[in-house]
């Protein structure tokens, strides 16, 4: 069955807002999300796990889906909705043996080749970016840009399309009209963090119908 994306996907980041991933899931979830990925470059795995687990305890209770960036592992033992892999994270294909037919696996893709290739793998979602100029992740890969975007959605047809990087309330409307499914937005919904509720009712609100 094809995934239903919610047009706005948040992804949390303990550095910028000095939040812990529960706080922002709790301050996500009053804004209206419904499907929102967890993603921890820095803290260790324990700290990592028991912030997720009370996170997805919060999630649950709200009926939002909680996607954990990477960490298998810790998506398997707190029974998380699924995972977002990388181009060097554990293979779709092993996460899917590990995490069942249930699980929803989203795949980070930088390219038309990479998109093509990706829709091939048992994912539910494919992601590319980054879309323009972004400070939330080092080291990022070249910006694909709006015609990136474009040349995705032609090449691999109506398959779930996740678009990320730089996406602001000044540019997702031109994203959305390249053919994205989704976006996933990270400083333009999180900054500043006592806004956080605020920022995603407006994108929210500013959908297009």
Known sequence: MKLILPKIYPITDTRLTKLSHTEQVEKLTKGGAKFIQLREKYASPNDFYEDAKVAIEIARRNSVKIIINDRVDIALVLKADGVHLGQDDLPPAKARLILGEKAIIGFSTHSVEQAIEAVKLPIDYAAIGPVFATETKENPDEIVGVEGVKMVREAIGNFPLVA??????????????????????????????????????????????
């Open 164 to 209: 990320i990087g730089g996406i602001t309330a000044e540019n997702f409307r031109e994203v959305f009209s390249a053919g994205a499914d989704s976006l996933a937005i990270i400083k333009s919904v999180l900054f500043p963090p006592a806004k956080i509720e605020e920022n995603l009712r407006s994108f929210v609100t500013a959908l297009p119908q």
